[in-house]
């Protein structure tokens, strides 16, 4: 199994890249949320990869995060759903996002992404409750947590999340340094976000 791809980007027409690993050229299809981070093409690209093998073929899908890959396979045990849509999922939804919907069982979050319809949304929300927040735990709220939660452990959490999305903890300081005093950890982490994708 190929679980990881480190190489030369080669090409991008989203939603699939090409790396050069060795001479060798990977076909890769990505979400949205990996496709806008990459590099640009000719510089090194490293993606967690997920492969699947399937009777129309052989698929790689690549991956910014190890969570984000986390967060595909889960989708992919849904009954119903595919990598199709699993990756609109991922391109839709952060994985903190996705996360937080499921914790707080928001299908209005899920049918705005394209395909995703109220049955299919609500299926997600019922297989992946449980699920998720023990395949990401670093993004779970934790039992008897709640949205606003104390101001020094919202912080923390917010700090740990943004850290567990493959920020280094320079950035995420600066991110969380706009935050407004008191924010919960939900919002705290949606703001830090935004802050990020500015810079």
């Known amino acids: 199994m190929i679980g990881r791809i ?8 989203p939603p699939q890249i090409l790396v050069d690993c ?18 640009a093409t000719g510089e090194r690209v490293a993606l967690h990869t997920h492969f ?13 995060s190890a969570e984000e890959r986390a967060a595909f396979r889960q989708l992919l045990k849904v009954s119903g759903i595919g990598a199709r849509t699993a990756l609109a999922v991922l391109s ?3 994985v903190t996002d996705l996360v937080q919907a499921v914790a707080l069982q928001e299908a209005g979050r899920l049918v705005k992404i394209p395909g995703i319809g ?11 409750r449980d699920k998720l927040g023990q395949a990401i735990p670093a993004l779970a709220p934790r039992p008897g947590q709640t949205a606003a939660g104390a101001p020094g452990d919202a912080r923390a959490d917010i700090l740990h999340a943004l ?6 903890e320079r950035e995420a300081a600066g991110a ?24």
């Open 176 to 199: 969380m340094k706009a935050l407004p005093e008191g924010c919960g950890v939900a919002e705290g982490i949606r703001l830090a976000l935004r802050q990020l994708s500015k810079s």
């Open 22 to 39: 060795n001479g060798v050229g990977y076909e890769l299809d990505v979400p949205m949320s990996t496709f806008y981070n990459l590099p």
């Open 52 to 64: 699947a093998v399937r009777e129309d073929g052989h698929f790689l899908y690549g991956f910014a």
């Open 163 to 168: 850290l567990a999305l493959g920020y280094n």
């Open 92 to 94: 839709g939804l952060s």
């Open 6 to 13: 480190a190489g030369i980007l080669l090409e991008k027409n």
């Open 118 to 128: 109220k049955k299919t949304a609500e299926r997600l929300l019922l297989e992946l």
